[in-house]
């Protein structure tokens, strides 16, 4: 004979703990993809102290190390929180319709969208705020508004033009300008040249970026063509979008091969390195096809993810040991 089982509705409904209102605005503005930029900054502060002479901050006194570690951590992060909570904010109704994106927070209803233009005011406050850590350089604080107004106009580039992807890849690739230009102003003032390291870098990283941006956006061609967005792969079609992120992709490789005669202490620790750059991106191409974009996750996570990595940690060898 059967016997009777009584569920409690506890039983029958576990309750979901829902992530801490901190974790969720981390995830709002996908804090973990720092890593994209943060390492760039990174390399051209290190340039910047090796080089020396007339910088800012006297990287001997750890007050000034202490000062120009937290300005450069502060303004990065702040103005990237500051610039993906605006284009959460301003796309919202776009990835409400888009079935990729429909479960991201405001389309979702995780987060309101006066929450998100508060995070967006209060970064961007903070981001000019933490210029000020560079005095009696002068010039971060002139050029955060046009930063800041950079970062945030991308929200709306892929609404009236294709270069949306190298306006992308140039708001990543302002950050090790950025942080030259706070850590060596006063140099600059009499010795324009001297910015060129941290500008090849600049370059390099916004063909790189714009590469991989390109091969992101394939997923979602057939949707931007739909709701007239000028993404490359809408406009141009998948496999030529693939065959622009190869040249660009190329064009970062060329520029990186260039650096060492800018640095150069850059010796054979870097080119190791450069090698397993060439490497990460031929295979990060290997994985996506025009007729099979599976794996785009994959090609723009694991490779990417890696590449800054290796690259700051090749140039500290070789300035450093």
């Given at each position: 004979?059967?016997?009777?089982?009584?569920?409690?509705?506890?039983?029958?409904?576990?309750?979901?703990?829902?992530?801490?209102?901190?974790?969720?605005?981390?995830?709002?503005?996908?804090?973990?993809?720092?890593?994209?930029?943060?390492?760039?900054?990174?390399?051209?502060?290190?340039?910047?102290?090796?080089?020396?002479?007339?910088?800012?901050?006297?990287?001997?006194?750890?007050?000034?190390?202490?000062?120009?570690?937290?300005?450069?951590?502060?303004?990065?992060?702040?103005?990237?929180?500051?610039?993906?909570?605006?284009?959460?904010?301003?796309?919202?109704?776009?990835?409400?319709?888009?079935?990729?994106?429909?479960?991201?927070?405001?389309?979702?209803?995780?987060?309101?969208?006066?929450?998100?233009?508060?995070?967006?005011?209060?970064?961007?406050?903070?981001?000019?705020?933490?210029?000020?850590?560079?005095?009696?350089?002068?010039?971060?604080?002139v050029l955060a508004v046009p930063v800041l107004a950079w970062l945030l106009g991308y929200s709306y580039a892929k609404r009236f033009t294709s270069l949306a992807h190298l306006w992308l890849g140039a708001a990543l690739g302002f950050t090790p300008v950025a942080t030259w230009?706070?850590?060596?102003?006063?140099?600059?003032?009499?010795?324009?040249?001297?910015?060129?390291?941290?500008?090849?870098?600049?370059?390099?990283?916004?063909?790189?970026?714009?590469?991989?941006?390109?091969?992101?956006?394939?997923?979602?061609?057939?949707?931007?063509?739909?709701?007239?967005?000028?993404?490359?792969?809408?406009?141009?079609?998948?496999?030529?979008?693939?065959?622009?992120?190869?040249?660009?992709?190329?064009?970062?490789?060329?520029?990186?091969?260039?650096?060492?005669?800018?640095?150069?202490?850059?010796?054979?620790?870097?080119?190791?390195?450069?090698?397993?750059?060439?490497?990460?991106?031929?295979?990060?191409?290997?994985?996506?096809?025009?007729?099979?974009?599976?794996?785009?996750?994959?090609?723009?996570?694991?490779?990417?993810?890696?590449?800054?990595?290796?690259?700051?940690?090749?140039?500290?060898?070789?300035?450093?040991?």
């Amino acid at each position: 004979m059967a016997t009777a089982v009584t569920c409690s509705p506890a039983s029958e409904a576990p309750a979901v703990q829902r992530p801490s209102r901190l974790r969720t605005y981390l995830e709002l503005v996908r804090f973990s993809h720092t890593i994209f930029a943060l390492p760039f900054a990174v390399m051209a502060a290190l340039i910047a102290i090796r080089w020396g002479g007339d910088a800012t901050l006297d990287w001997t006194k750890p007050r000034d190390v202490l000062r120009g570690t937290v300005g450069i951590l502060l303004c990065m992060v702040t103005a990237r929180t500051a610039a993906m909570a605006f284009n959460r904010l301003v796309d919202r109704t776009i990835d409400a319709a888009n079935p990729r994106t429909a479960t991201r927070h405001l389309p979702r209803g995780d987060v309101g969208v006066g929450e998100v233009l508060l995070l967006v005011v209060l970064s961007s406050a903070a981001f000019i705020a933490a210029t000020l850590l560079f005095l009696p350089n002068w010039l971060p604080l002139v050029l955060a508004v046009p930063v800041l107004a950079w970062l945030l106009g991308y929200s709306y580039a892929k609404r009236f033009t294709s270069l949306a992807h190298l306006w992308l890849g140039a708001a990543l690739g302002f950050t090790p300008v950025a942080t030259w230009i706070a850590l060596r102003g006063g140099t600059l003032a009499h010795d324009p040249a001297d910015i060129l390291p941290a500008a090849l870098l600049g370059i390099a990283v916004t063909a790189w970026v714009a590469g991989f941006d390109i091969i992101y956006a394939c997923q979602d061609a057939a949707f931007d063509a739909a709701h007239d967005l000028r993404s490359v792969p809408a406009r141009a079609g998948v496999p030529r979008a693939l065959k622009l992120a190869k040249c660009l992709h190329a064009v970062t490789m060329l520029v990186l091969a260039l650096l060492p005669l800018a640095v150069t202490e850059l010796g054979w620790i870097y080119w190791a390195a450069f090698a397993v750059i060439l490497v990460l991106l031929v295979w990060e191409h290997s994985l996506v096809r025009p007729d099979d974009l599976s794996r785009v996750n994959q090609a723009f996570f694991s490779a990417n993810a890696v590449i800054g990595v290796v690259l700051l940690a090749a140039i500290s060898a070789d300035l450093w040991l």
